[in-house]
């Protein structure tokens, strides 16, 4: 089975602290997802990447950053926590190709900012 | 733009059918999807549909896709209590690798016994 793993299911952070949240797939996806959800809201897209050191933003990228090195790891990086971010963020990814984007997704990381 | 919604909530008895309704606006959607998120846990997909089908189903779902109409509904027979979870519709406009999927805002659904 495709593995998605958030290696911080809860984080407790000060307003102004650097944030990196880390996302690691096993099944050499060429794309990942970072998206945060919020009672509401729904899940909204903050950054996507279809491949190494390449990077998209999505529909509120703002305050956030992404980094993609190595295929199988992406993270999302907080620079000045707000706490207008405390959110859950959840990350995902999915093979390229001409069919359906079938996204797999980790179990999440529930950020608190105070 | 792309624009997906849902009603937030649907209460069932156990054992009765569940039917969990989606429209979306953009007509070029290739794909549609329903995705379920238990509590505590990410999504998780059920199923998909291609744009071109009317109906799939599989086991206890089946989803019917209404193009004209831009519909698109989930239906869940015998529902029981372990199906009490947030269905998520998404839709993407193009094949994978070159484009996201936008979701919609959950419907919640509860199942008594």
């Known amino acids: 089975d495709v593995k998605v793993t958030q290696s911080s299911r809860y984080l407790v952070k000060r307003t102004g602290e650097k944030v990196f949240l880390e996302c690691v797939q096993d099944?050499?996806?060429?794309?990942m997802f970072w998206y945060r959800q919020d009672p509401g809201l729904g899940l909204r897209l903050i950054y996507f990447?279809?491949?190494?050191?390449?990077?998209e933003k999505g529909d509120i990228p703002e305050g956030y950053s992404v980094s993609r090195e190595k295929k199988e790891r992406f993270s999302l990086i907080l620079e000045s926590a707000s706490t207008n971010q405390t959110s859950m963020y959840l990350c995902?990814?999915?093979?390229?190709?001409?069919?359906?984007?079938?996204?797999?997704f980790g179990a999440g990381s529930r950020l608190t900012v105070l | 733009g792309e624009d997906v919604e849902q009603s937030l909530f649907l209460s069932v008895r156990e054992g009765d059918s569940s039917v969990i309704n989606c429209t979306y606006t953009?007509?070029?959607?290739?794909?549609l999807y329903w995705y379920k998120q238990e509590p505590g846990a990410g999504l998780q997909l059920l199923t998909y549909?291609?744009?071109?089908?009317d109906m799939k189903q599989d086991q206890r779902l089946t989803v019917l896709l209404n193009k004209k109409d831009k519909h698109l509904s989930l239906r869940i027979a015998d529902t029981q209590t372990g199906d009490s979870a947030i269905y998520f519709c998404?839709?993407?406009?193009?094949?994978?690798?070159?484009?996201?999927?936008?979701f919609g805002k959950g419907t919640m659904l509860l199942v008594s016994p």
């Open positions: 990447s279809y491949d190494v050191k390449m990077k």
């Open positions: 995902a990814s999915s093979l390229s190709g001409d069919g359906a984007n079938v996204l797999t």
């Open positions: 549909i291609f744009s071109n089908m």
């Open positions: 998404a839709e993407s406009l193009l094949p994978s690798g070159y484009s996201t999927l936008t």
């Open positions: 953009d007509s070029s959607s290739t794909y």
């Open positions: 099944m050499d996806h060429e794309n």
